[in-house]
């Protein structure tokens, strides 16, 4: 288990900005892949923002160059800072660790329990 704790989500306007930041514990020195999905018009959690087993930084197309994943080993920090945000990010963004690619998309592994994201137009 890695328990995952989100925090930094809330209401804001378009063109505005949030910083969510997720708290990982237990077991998460030893994980390699850690990144930042959604729930997803669909219903389904997809993936935002992923940091892989290289250390690299790979993102959702929507939102390249507004969306920044960083990482802070020292207290197994994540972060993703959001700029210029859409109405269209509205959602509920999760902390996963343990995530693997898979083709031409990632799948999550353990979870946080979500932090909620309003943008208003």
């Known amino acids: 288990q890695v328990p995952l704790v989100e925090s930094g989500g809330g209401s804001v306007q378009a063109g505005e900005s949030l910083r969510l930041s997720c708290a990982a514990s237990g077991q998460s020195s030893s994980v390699n892949c850690i990144g930042w999905f959604r729930q997803g018009a669909t219903g389904e959690r997809e993936w935002v923002a992923v940091i892989g087993s290289d250390g690299r930084a790979t993102y959702r197309d929507s939102v390249k160059a507004r969306f920044t994943i960083s990482r802070i080993n020292a207290n197994n920090t994540l972060f993703l800072q959001m700029n210029s945000l859409k109405p269209e990010d509205t959602d509920w963004y999760y902390c996963?660790?343990?995530?693997?690619?898979?083709?031409?998309?990632?799948?999550?592994?353990?979870w946080g329990q979500g932090t909620q994201v309003t943008v208003s137009s």
């Open positions: 996963t660790a343990g995530c693997a690619v898979a083709g031409d998309t990632w799948l999550g592994g353990y």
